[in-house]
């Protein structure tokens, strides 16, 4: 995560980042995000996480009408 936050400081990104270390942690962080009116436009995930797969997380962002 820290490298990718990294590479795109680098290449002029501006704009808020956050991070997860689980799909259960980045479907909650995703949840506060829309519940605060706040888009999250890009999502990177690593397809080995501790408790699911990046499919996993994709699959439950695209069951959520936000």
Known sequence: ???VKKAFLRFGF???MIAAMSVSEAVRLLGEQAKNNRPVNLII????????????LIREVKSEPA
């Open 1 to 3: 995560a820290e490298i």
């Open 14 to 16: 501006r704009g808020e």
């Open 45 to 56: 995930t690593d397809m080995q996480l501790p408790d699911g797969t990046g499919l996993d």
